[in-house]
């Protein structure tokens, strides 16, 4: 039988039928030509019709009953125009006998197949089209920030080795944290006297500003940043702690976390006091 590319199929016949005996498969598919042959004419044949494409593979399904008949339900896919389409459907009508069996078909749909694409190219129009808005760009408040984070970010600088915000050298209060992702997220925020401890090793520098500046340390809220409170404690001389929420990094903090976190600081000795 010929065959019928999925792109080219215009509609799609669906029959059913029921005869009074058992059938097979191939009874069907030669009743089906059997009994269509010369009816419409030779531009209808459907056998002509098979081999020049135009009428696709049928598929046959059927079932045979308990009181010894055979129900089932055929498909015939068309790129012939409606009207030529219509016409092959009520042909399949007239098939009276499949194999040895009286018979009776009965066309029950014949579907645009182009309309379900078009569905189905609509909904897709929708959803692409829902994304797009949804991705297009953002206001220019959104975008004035953006550069004014990457300008922050940019300022990231050292201070005797360890990363810090510009305003370190000359600012009389410093706030301590972990590490330069640390230094990097609070500079987003327009913080800019933050410098970085660099790990638990508390450095010499660190100690230093420590005496001589007011200093809040700025560290995760998990039990690493418990450990650097209880290190840097031991020896140097801050003036505050603030942590980051429960289970959060200070590198992950948004702004408004982060300003939070630095209004709820508590002096060192109410620290202390909390510890006892």
């Known amino acids: 039988m010929g065959k019928l590319a999925q792109s080219t ?60 008949k055979t129900v ?37 749909s014949v579907k645009d197949v182009r309309e379900d694409k078009r569905k189905y190219v609509l909904k897709r129009a929708k959803d692409i089209l829902q994304r797009l808005v949804q991705e297009e760009i953002p206001p220019t ?7 004014k984070e990457g300008v922050r970010t940019a300022q990231i600088s050292e201070y005797k080795g ?15 944290v972990e590490g330069r992702a640390d230094v990097l997220n609070l500079l987003r925020s327009g913080i800019r006297n933050v410098i970085a401890i660099g790990g638990t090793t508390i450095p ?41 929420p429960e289970g959060k990094e200070v590198e992950e903090l948004s702004r408004k976390e982060i300003f939070k976190a630095l209004r709820d600081r508590i002096p060192v000795e109410e620290y202390k006091r909390s510890k006892s």
């Open 9 to 68: 199929i215009k509609y799609l016949i669906e029959a059913e039928f029921s005869c009074e005996g058992i059938v097979e498969k191939p009874d069907v598919i030669g009743a089906i030509f059997g009994q269509t042959e010369g009816l419409l004419g030779q531009d209808l044949d459907l056998r002509e019709l098979q081999r020049s494409g135009r009428i696709g593979r049928i598929d046959v399904e059927l079932t045979n009953t308990e009181d010894g």
């Open 72 to 108: 089932g339900k055929f498909y015939v896919p068309s790129s012939l125009d409606s009207s030529e389409t219509a016409l092959i459907a009520a042909a399949f009508e007239t098939i009276e006998r499949i194999g040895p069996c009286s018979s009776k078909v009965r066309i029950v």
């Open 141 to 147: 408040s959104a975008l004035t920030e953006k550069v």
């Open 162 to 176: 360890l990363p810090c915000g510009p305003d370190v050298p000359n600012c009389e209060e410093l706030i301590l």
């Open 204 to 244: 010499k520098e660190i100690i230093e500003l420590s005496r001589e500046r007011i200093t809040t340390l700025f560290v995760d809220g998990d039990r690493a940043g418990d450990l650097i409170i209880k290190e840097v404690l031991q020896l140097s001389d801050v003036d505050y702690i603030a942590k980051a």
